[in-house]
């Protein structure tokens, strides 16, 4: 199983552009990067998922170096409604993936 | 329908207690996923059943006893358990199973606490 690291927590402003960078060294050729949010008591939400390149919907883009060695999460102009947990899982089917332990943003006023 | 429902949504008992957890899904998916969170810790996952079999049993202790009545209901049984069980038990549910990564839907959780 492909471990992940990343920050623990991040701090950033309403408005600002907010990056979280997840590192995974030993990924697999066939593993997709995927990550969630997680606001407290709440189960985690599907944010957004790549393989390679860059990955856009309507809530955030994901950037996905050619080694794959690592992805970042980039939310734009973030709110404060956008403070919770962010997990990053790295596997190809999804008996393989693990939640690692997180970031948790903060965004202040 | 893209929700997850999960009964109930807190549980207070006892350490001799049976009780059990349900979890419900109308979206067709066919992997059915128990995990549990700590405060302030990522989910672990439990159980996987995939196609209504138990695919993956993450080494968990045998007083959880998970249950796939059919492709829609997932059950968690709990029994004799221990104040360090206390936690939130999350249900998700994703359409590929053990094909390929699929994304997953989560419930609310229900927030267990045991006496």
Known sequence: LA????????????GQEVNITCSHNNIATNDY???????????????????????????ASLFI???RKSSTLSLPRVSLSDTAVYYCLVGEINNDMRFGAGTRLTVKP | DTEVTQTPKHLVMGMTNKKSLKCEQHMGHRAMYWYKQKAKKPPELMFVYSYEKLSINESVPSRFSPECPNSSLLNLHLHALQ???????????????????????????TRLTVL
């Open chain 1, 3 to 14: 471990k992940t690291t990343q920050p623990i927590s991040m701090d950033s402003y309403e």
């Open chain 2, 83 to 109: 104040p360090e069980d206390s936690a939130l038990y999350l249900c998700a549910s994703s359409q590929a199973g053990t094909t390929r990564t699929d994304t997953q839907y989560f419930g609310p959780g």
């Open chain 1, 33 to 59: 990067i995927t990550w969630y949010q997680q606001f407290p008591s709440q189960g985690p939400r599907f944010i957004i998922q790549g393989y390679k390149t860059k990955v856009t919907n309507e809530v």
């Open chain 1, 65 to 67: 170096p050619a080694d």
